[in-house]
């Protein structure tokens, strides 16, 4: 009986599991870019202004695909051609509408 009830609760958490991955990946977008789109990238922390706080710019840009430096990862060059020396992933960057 005891062996049955959690049979039946093993099934049951291995069918919400399933069904939560397919939900999260149905909305998941792989974001591709590509060689010479305008994007944005996400500000870092680091570089901001002591003052800026919460209301500071959350995009920075806007910088050039220069080429794919892995799946889902590009270097970028800024608008004066500099390119920059760390790849960016897909996940940190925007597509910036001219």
Same mark, same amino acid.
């Given at each position: 009986?005891? &062996?049955?009830?959690? &049979?039946e609760a093993l099934q049951n958490l291995m069918t919400y599991q399933d069904s939560m991955k397919h939900?999260?990946?149905?909305?998941l977008r792989?974001? #591709?870019?590509?060689?010479? &789109? !305008? +994007?944005?990238?996400?500000?870092?922390?680091?570089? /901001?202004e002591p003052n800026s706080g919460k209301l500071g710019e959350n !995009? /920075?840009?806007?910088?050039?695909? /220069?080429?794919? #430096?892995s799946k889902g990862s590009y270097f970028l060059k800024n608008?004066?051609? &500099? +390119?920059?020396?760390?790849?960016w992933n897909t996940s940190h960057l925007r597509l910036f509408h001219k």
């Open positions: 009986m005891v &062996d049955e009830l959690r &049979d939900s999260y990946d149905k909305k792989a974001q #591709a870019f590509k060689l010479g &789109d !305008w +994007v944005l990238r996400t500000r870092q922390r680091s570089n /901001e !995009w /920075e840009g806007p910088f050039i695909i /220069e080429r794919l #430096a608008l004066t051609s &500099d +390119v920059l020396t760390k790849p």
